[in-house]
């Protein structure tokens, strides 16, 4: 599967943006959807995740109540809808998909990776 990441930007602190990744190639709804970032100088951490069908989602806990990630599987999209962002939310945004909901809480075990897409937020 291919996956192409979008929407991120420059922002200020307590404002919202939605990234959205598209995904190409084997069918998407096999796939469980999350989205990690990188910090600079820091080692990816995964920020959430989505089962095939949407019934299960999970979330680090610092963007608990900010962050909400969902998918269209009619439009093989996943998007991560973030509100009230923090300047330590700052950093490149990848997504990630793997057949397994288990592997996309490390980065380490995860299939396959979009291209980043940049978050930056000023306070």
């Known amino acids: 599967v291919q996956l192409q990441a979008s929407g991120g930007g420059l922002v200020q602190a307590g404002d919202s943006l939605r990234l959205s990744c598209a995904a190409s190639g084997h069918s998407f709804s096999m796939y469980t959807m999350g989205w990690f970032r990188q910090g600079s100088g820091k080692e990816r951490e995964f920020v959430a995740r989505i089962s095939q069908y949407g019934a299960t989602t999970s979330y680090k806990d610092s963007v608990k109540g900010r962050f909400t990630i969902s998918r269209d599987n009619a439009k093989n999209t996943v998007y991560l809808q973030m509100n009230s962002l923090k300047p330590e939310d700052t950093a490149l945004y990848y997504c990630?998909?793997?057949?397994?909901?288990?592997?996309?809480?490390?980065?380490?075990?995860?299939?396959?990776w979009g291209q980043g897409t940049q978050v930056t937020v000023s306070s």
């Open positions: 990630a998909a793997d057949s397994s909901y288990l592997a996309l809480t490390r980065a380490t075990s995860v299939g396959y």
